[in-house]
């Protein structure tokens, strides 16, 4: 790696106009941010420590013998927290998505880039698990710096090879982990001990996904993949909280040189710590920049020089660009009340919804590509299959009766059909009706389905014939 790819980005010219890990000729350039310990790290380590024993400890909550969440592909179904969601509850499932994507325009415009900030999984994992794993091994970055600058040494390959070991083990129990929400924990641990190849396949592709963007990609994944910062131009206005620096109180830059009365420079020593210590390696000083993930550090960074200078805090803060241009706060404008109502609306919906789902669905389908087989004696027989899903926890007996056209007989189906909870479970069924119920080729099958738990519905389905000669 050249030396060049080392630099601090503090070395540029402050006009260079390029993305911070990126060299003026392209090539990609190594951030290594110098942690600053001040309040805001201590609070964010706090929520990286909650947010991991979220990640980590969900999948081993059960509701109800269940998991507690569960993306459950191989039975199409989405557990959350004792609620199971379908295909058949689309309506359910496109307001939830709807209500998520509504909160992150709402908090956005709020708070701006908080979740980016303080607990988005890329920054938690890599500022909070990997990067510290790093310094552990290989020092802070200075020391890695120049022992990297030198020749291979037994030492220098040790703690590399100690570095990627201890990445690939925290990698992997990522990827078991990430992959026990789609299996559940103990279909997880059940297929990879019976060595299963497509269990280990995907465990070992998530390992390395998870390796490659947290030992190499790192930042670029908030600066080059993320479409999030991109979306800052449209969520944020005037009055959104943002990490700022406050100019009017910092120019010009300059340090205090003794004798020096009155002051001719601004609280700005130039020191360069906000830039050292950006984990994307931004000049917060140039304004509000879609590198910026709003993690505070320069914040931490700037206090404590403050501190040292004997000059106040804030001089980086979180504030907005309507305070640092007017020096006033705003928070009440019309997009936030569109947002809130819309939330309200749509989540008011998903409730209403929800509480008003019957205890269980019946979908009757057609069972075969045969639309319909003429039997002896004038009786045409078609197949079909009903679809039954129990919405309760607990075990629930259905009945059928075929109440339409008049003559028409149930073959299979008619004893009833003990389903457990959340369970799914398809009948095959065959309706034989007399030829003359059929006009023009058609006619409707009535079913009445009941079930001890309280369910009464009415399902119509219609069959295909003959024509009458």
Same mark, same amino acid.
Request: hydrophobic share 45%.
């Given at each position: ?5 080392? +630099? ?30 001040? +309040? ?430």
């Amino acid at each position: 790696m050249s030396a060049d790819n080392r +630099r601090s980005p503090f070395e540029y010219s402050p006009e260079d106009e390029h993305l911070a890990g990126l060299s003026l000729e392209g090539a990609r350039r190594w951030i290594d941010p110098v942690v600053s310990h001040g +309040r805001f790290f201590r609070a964010r380590r706090i929520v990286a420590i909650a947010m991991t024993g979220l990640f980590f400890g969900l999948p081993h909550l059960s509701i109800g013998g269940r998991p507690a969440v569960w993306i459950d592909l191989a039975n199409r179904q989405f557990l959350l927290f004792g609620l199971t969601l379908r295909p058949a509850d689309n309506v359910l499932l496109m307001m939830f998505g709807a209500g998520l994507v509504i909160t992150v325009f709402f908090v956005t415009a709020v708070l701006g880039r908080i979740w980016c900030g303080w607990a988005c999984p890329q920054t938690v994992y890599l500022e909070f698990v990997f990067r510290p794993i790093e310094t552990l091994v290989e020092g802070r970055p200075a020391i890695r710096h120049r022992r990297d600058a030198g020749a291979w040494t037994a030492e220098r390959a040790a703690r590399k090879v100690l570095k990627w070991a201890l990445f690939a083990v925290v990698g992997a129990v990522m990827a078991t982990t990430f992959l026990a929400y789609f299996l559940s924990w103990d279909g997880m641990v059940a297929a990879i001990a019976a060595g299963e190849r497509g269990t280990w396949i995907a465990a070992a592709a998530v390992t390395a996904m998870a390796l490659i963007d947290f030992a190499f990609f790192r930042e670029q994944t908030c600066t080059v993949a993320c479409p999030y910062g991109r979306l800052q131009s449209v969520l944020y206005d005037a009055d959104t909280l943002l990490v700022g620096y406050d100019a009017g109180r910092g120019e010009p830059r300059g340090r205090l040189e003794p004798g020096e009365s009155p002051r001719t420079t601004g609280d700005c020593i130039d020191c360069g710590r906000c830039v050292h210590t950006c984990p994307t390696g931004i000049d917060i000083r140039k304004g509000l920049q879609m590198e910026c993930v709003a993690c505070t550090q320069c914040i931490d960074a700037c206090d404590d020089v403050m501190d040292r200078v004997k000059r106040p805090r804030g001089l980086i803060r979180y504030t907005s660009q309507r305070e640092l241009a007017s020096g006033k706060r705003g928070f009440a404008r019309p997009r936030l009340l569109l947002y809130g109502v819309i939330l309200l609306a749509v989540y008011g919906a998903f409730w209403f919804v929800l509480l008003g789902r019957p205890v269980a669905s019946v979908e009757v389908l057609r069972a075969s590509t045969e639309p319909y087989r003429v039997l002896p004696a004038g009786i045409v027989a078609t197949q079909l299959r009903m679809r039954f899903t129990n919405h309760l926890d607990r075990e629930q007996t259905f009945g059928v009766v075929l109440v339409a056209p008049e003559g028409s007989e149930l073959a299979g189906g008619a004893e009833p059909l003990v389903l457990a909870g959340n369970a799914v479970e398809t009948l095959t069924i065959a309706v034989k009706t007399p030829q003359k119920a059929f006009v023009d080729g058609r006619t409707t099958a009535r079913f009445h389905i009941q079930s001890d738990q309280g369910l009464k519905a009415d399902r119509e389905y219609v069959l295909l014939g003959p024509y009458a000669e």
